[in-house]
């Protein structure tokens, strides 16, 4: 699922910095959105040496994970495959897809990783947006085709679906693991300060010449920020948000935010901020709080170490976390309403 998130440098700190060595910035067309690089503190060539290998990295992830066009891998040949037959996934697939279930557990099964079936039947991840409502008969072919009990892992990187139709879908936490082996390639090449941002997904590392990175959260509804947070260490910050890919129909947004539970776009947030340790873990845990709520996202959030969220619900009220509460600095516009 695509993600939107700003970032921004406030003008004064590009001014006031005076970096020996100025950022390096590329733009890629990668999994499926816009990503761009930005590096600080190394040299140009350096720089664009690490940029060109995590590009490499992250789309090796792509063409793992992908689920469109006519790359071949393993997760299109588990979807492919029929009930009681044995699928050996690449060892990447076999990792995230334990990782999956895990959080599958953990969000009360929120986050869905056997949704392929019904994201199809949406078609928000297709070439041309929908513009019609899927029909309640339809959802309910697509449920029937999803749940992770279906799946087990039955040998080393070797699973199995009881049920025929059960498909995989990693659309909200592959973006997330490809960031993190692009991070890693940097890192491994002797960078120490960078973002990627993949249409919102983001990771960020080190600082900016000795001054905090400053990232702006989108306001929901307007294009403008909301507010932001001023990072200078490695973490990742992610938002998932009902904006970007949706229709009206009968005065009703439908997004491409599915509950599973229900088979119909989640209506408990309007847009979710996570701050974790790793944008695979930002990336899934803003899809699930998304669907929760605050309501029952928030002890969640509360329970795990360096997790942060903000919520803006469905009445455009916002809701943060403990341990974010000092660091979001909200827009003077937006705390007056």
Not at 224 to 242: E, K, M, N, R
């Amino acid at each position: 699922m695509l993600k939107y998130l700003w970032a921004v440098a406030a003008l004064s700190l590009l001014v006031s910095c005076q970096s020996q060595v100025e950022d390096v910035k590329e733009t890629r067309l990668l999994l499926g959105t816009v990503v761009t690089f930005t590096v600080a503190g190394v040299p140009e060539d350096v720089a664009l040496k690490a940029i060109t290998q995590a590009v490499a990295a992250m789309q090796g992830v792509e063409n793992r994970f992908t689920t469109h066009g006519d790359v071949l891998n393993t997760v299109k040949t588990f979807n492919q495959a029929a009930a009681g037959e044995a699928v050996q996934l690449d060892a990447d697939v076999d990792t995230l897809l334990q990782q999956s279930i895990t959080y599958w557990q953990q969000t009360q099964g929120a986050f869905d990783p056997t949704l392929g079936d019904l994201n199809r039947r949406w078609g928000f991840s297709g070439d041309v947006a929908p513009t019609q409502v899927l029909s309640k008969a339809e959802v309910k072919k697509g449920l029937a085709r999803s749940g992770v009990d279906h799946i087990r892992r039955i040998a080393p990187r070797t699973w199995v679906k009881d049920k025929t139709g059960i498909q995989l879908d990693f659309g909200a936490i592959a973006k997330g693991l490809a960031i993190d082996k692009g991070i890693a390639k940097l890192q491994y090449l002797g960078v120490e300060h960078a973002i990627i941002n993949a249409g919102g997904d983001m990771r960020i590392l080190g600082d900016h010449s000795g001054h905090a990175w400053r990232i702006a959260i989108r306001h929901p509804r307007q294009d403008t920020a909301l507010g932001w947070l001023d990072i200078s260490a490695d973490t990742s910050i992610v938002t998932s948000g009902d904006y970007e890919r949706f229709f009206i129909s009968q005065g009703k947004r439908y997004h491409h935010i599915i509950n599973p539970k229900t088979g119909f776009p989640a209506v408990q947030s309007v847009s979710v901020t996570v701050q974790a340790p790793t944008a695979m873990q930002a990336d899934a845990l803003s899809t699930a709080l998304f669907i929760l709520g605050f309501e029952k996202g928030m002890g969640l959030v509360e329970s795990m170490p360096d997790v942060e969220a903000i919520w803006v619900d469905s009445n455009m009220l916002i809701h943060m976390s403990s341990g974010i509460k000092s660091q979001f600095h909200l827009m003077q516009k937006n705390r007056d309403k």
